[in-house]
């Protein structure tokens, strides 16, 4: 049944009317009747005879006789569900698209699909299997060897570090591919609509058209039914896509992939909050299928997957990635701003200011990565400088523009009679300056020089090799025609002072995004606002994002933080938690840590396990939801395991 209750999370037995035995198949849509009420459920098999002794009731409908749910993702549901401490209800509400009964009822192709138009069959009797040209992938030792065994059809599990200026959509291209060439299909994951864009445009140059579809809740109710059917179907060997794609249904799985994993936007904002790389690693397990992890960065996850053995890495040699990054220097900030009277003006260290200067000398476009969208999201006493809260709820203060009144960013409420409770100033600064202000200085510092900015409001995509400034925010750099003559990091504290266990990882992952898109020395430079000592910052001068990767696997371990660990977050009100708590029967070396405060009043604790305990923990937690669902407890708790934010 479709009711997302803890108690509930497990198959129900109901008899199939004479009437429906030929539409009630495994992987239907049905209503049933449930405590008085119609609901929604999935039939999930059929049998001769039930173990249940009492009365059973009918089916009241099939709401389609469309199997849209294939067994190996109710399968990989149920173990999603169990691995997050959900409930398999909520989980397939996220691996199933709602129906759209028009696209259902077009005409259909059945027509299933070939293994790769563009390459031969394979010939039975043991002959070789076609071949894919390695291209890019020669830059990397094991890469060309990568793509053989998948084309082999075997299941060859890597971490890939791309290098710098790598057309990295081209790469995921030809391990498609590969895999398809092979016989076998792909699953793979992307963090937005402009990476989507890249790799469905990379994917139909090297299969050709109508050889894979897009997944993505951008695309609207039904046209994303319809590429779900397509799958579904068997029509289309390759599916492509946000995380909603994690859970495509695709024939013979060969490969999953997931392009950046350290992107939170993987990350599933609703319950039970799953992640795409573990759903997709989940797959790897359960269809003997190839991983491709891959990105600028690594994540600590990725890290863990190779110092167990699970994933091979693929890295290209030290000589190949000096000659492929470009020049990338450390800054001091407001030491050195005097020096110049036009870095001052563009609040810029002389070092990123020469960097902008020259390549805009030559003709070139200048990437400027600023951590924060607006005008001045966060502004201070000019005084004290201590930082304009909101006298209502407590929020940030910001200012929208030059010219405008501060305003709460939390309830909106503007404050233009702002007094500093501490001294009773009424003159403001900035504390973080935002893409926007940063625009403005830069067009006054550098006249005549076009000015376009990228983020929130519009996100550009690609821009032309003259001479630019280009103010964005991280994750919306558009790549520009030629690579960059300068890219330069400013505010780079406002990444690194965050109070996260990922902030590193986090900074050195945007950072290696920006200056993936720079020239290669020495036409190519990076300037990083901050202190050339932090391990983020050396991690990037040398473009060594395993060195770091490594380190901070280590110290998690040390200090008992995922993934060294499993951890799960137990929100809500103090009563509702410690109410949890209380029922649950966690595993004996189970840690209970906290309270930690959470969002609008409410309490978080943490339970860290060692990983061998991981189940346990989970089926605890779910099993002491589930007594609170069944007597009906007011206040809900939000679990999570493992979630990104712990603090």
């Known amino acids: 049944m479709d009711v997302p209750l803890a108690h509930l999370d497990r198959p129900f037995d109901y008899l199939v009317p004479a009437e429906l035995d030929e539409v009630a198949v495994p992987g239907t849509?049905?209503?049933?009747?449930?405590?008085?009420?119609?609901?929604?459920?999935?039939?999930?098999?059929?049998?001769?005879?039930?173990?249940?002794t009492g009365r059973l009731a009918y089916l009241e409908k099939v709401v389609s006789p469309e199997p849209v749910l294939a067994p190996e993702i109710a399968r990989l549901a149920r173990a999603v569900a169990d691995?997050?401490?959900?409930?398999?209800?909520?989980?397939?509400?996220?691996?199933?698209?709602?129906?759209?009964?028009?696209?259902?009822?077009?005409?259909?192709?059945?027509?299933?699909?070939?293994a790769d138009a563009a390459h031969a069959e394979r010939v039975e009797g043991g002959a070789a299997a076609p071949t894919v040209d390695p291209r890019g992938w020669r830059d990397y030792p094991?890469?060309?060897?990568?793509?053989?065994?998948?084309?082999?059809?075997r299941a060859p599990r890597a971490v890939w570090s791309a290098l710098p200026?790598?057309?990295?959509?081209?790469?995921?291209?030809d391990a498609v591919a590969a895999t398809v060439a092979g016989g076998r299909g792909a699953v793979v994951v992307v963090p937005d609509a402009r990476d989507l864009d890249r790799l469905d445009a990379a994917l139909t140059g090297v299969l050709g058209p109508g050889r894979h579809v897009s997944l993505s809740a951008a695309l609207g109710p039904a046209r994303r039914y319809r590429a779900f059917l397509a799958a579904r179907r068997g029509q289309v060997p390759v599916v492509i896509g946000t995380r909603a794609a994690m859970f495509a249904p695709v024939d013979r799985l060969g490969l999953v992939a997931i392009w950046d994993d350290g992107d939170d936007l993987h990350s599933e904002p609703r319950s039970p909050y799953p992640h795409a790389r573990d759903v997709l690693l989940t797959r790897v397990q359960l269809a003997e299928a190839g991983a491709l992890v891959g990105g600028y960065a690594r994540t600590a996850e990725a890290q863990l997957l190779l110092e167990t053995g699970w994933a091979r890495e693929v890295v290209a040699e030290r000589a190949t990635v000096r000659a492929r990054i470009p020049a990338i220097?450390?800054?001091?900030?407001?030491?050195?701003?005097?020096?110049?009277?036009?870095?001052?003006?563009?609040?810029?260290?002389?070092?990123?200011?020469?960097?902008?200067?020259?390549?805009?000398?030559?003709?070139?476009?200048?990437?400027?990565?600023?951590?924060?969208?607006?005008?001045?999201?966060?502004?201070?006493?000019?005084e004290c400088r201590t930082p304009a809260r909101c006298a209502h709820c407590s929020g940030p203060l910001a200012l929208p523009s030059a010219g405008g009144t501060p305003a709460c960013r939390w309830c909106a409420r503007v404050a233009a009679a702002y007094a500093c409770p501490q001294c009773g100033g009424r003159r403001l600064r900035a504390a973080v300056t935002g893409a926007r202000r940063?625009?403005?200085?830069?067009?006054?510092?550098?006249?005549?020089?076009?000015?376009?900015?990228?983020?929130?409001?519009?996100?550009?995509?690609?821009?032309?090799?003259?001479?630019?400034?280009?103010?964005?925010?991280?994750?919306?750099?558009?790549?520009?025609?030629?690579?960059y003559g300068a890219v330069l990091l400013l505010d780079s504290w406002a990444l690194l002072t965050r109070a996260d266990l990922r902030a590193g990882e986090e900074a050195l992952r945007r950072w290696l995004a920006a200056a993936a898109l720079a020239r290669p020395a020495p036409a190519g430079r990076v300037v990083v606002v901050a202190d050339g000592a932090l391990a983020p910052v050396q991690a990037l001068l040398r473009w060594d994002a395993a060195w770091f990767a490594g380190r901070e696997l280590a110290e998690r371990r040390e200090l008992g933080f995922p993934p060294a660990v499993r951890m799960a977050s137990v929100t809500g009100p103090a009563e509702a938690v410690a109410d949890l708590l209380a029922a649950a029967r966690l595993p004996d070396d189970a840690e209970v840590l906290g309270p930690v405060p959470a969002e609008e009043g409410r309490e978080r604790m943490l339970v860290r396990v060692p990983r061998a305990r991981a189940a346990a923990?989970?089926?605890?937690?779910?099993?002491?939801?589930?007594?609170?669902a069944a007597r009906k407890a007011a206040d809900p708790v939000r679990l999570q395991v493992d979630p990104l934010s712990l603090f």
């Open 29 to 52: 849509r049905v209503k049933v009747r449930f405590a008085g009420q119609l609901v929604d459920g999935w039939l999930l098999s059929r049998a001769d005879d039930s173990g249940h």
């Open 83 to 114: 691995r997050y401490a959900g409930s398999l209800a909520d989980v397939l509400r996220l691996a199933v698209p709602p129906r759209h009964a028009r696209v259902e009822k077009e005409p259909r192709d059945d027509q299933p699909a070939p």
């Open 142 to 153: 094991t890469g060309p060897a990568l793509l053989r065994a998948l084309t082999d059809g």
């Open 165 to 173: 200026g790598e057309d990295w959509a081209a790469r995921y291209a």
């Open 329 to 382: 220097a450390p800054t001091g900030d407001d030491p050195q701003l005097a020096r110049d009277p036009g870095a001052a003006t563009a609040r810029l260290p002389s070092l990123a200011w020469t960097a902008a200067r020259d390549a805009l000398r030559q003709d070139l476009p200048v990437l400027v990565q600023v951590p924060r969208r607006g005008y001045l999201p966060s502004i201070s006493c000019a």
């Open 438 to 483: 940063t625009a403005e200085e830069l067009g006054r510092a550098f006249p005549g020089v076009p000015v376009r900015t990228s983020g929130r409001e519009e996100v550009l995509t690609d821009v032309p090799g003259g001479a630019a400034l280009v103010v964005t925010t991280p994750g919306a750099e558009p790549v520009a025609e030629g690579g």
């Open 617 to 628: 923990l989970a089926e605890a937690l779910h099993s002491a939801a589930g007594a609170r």
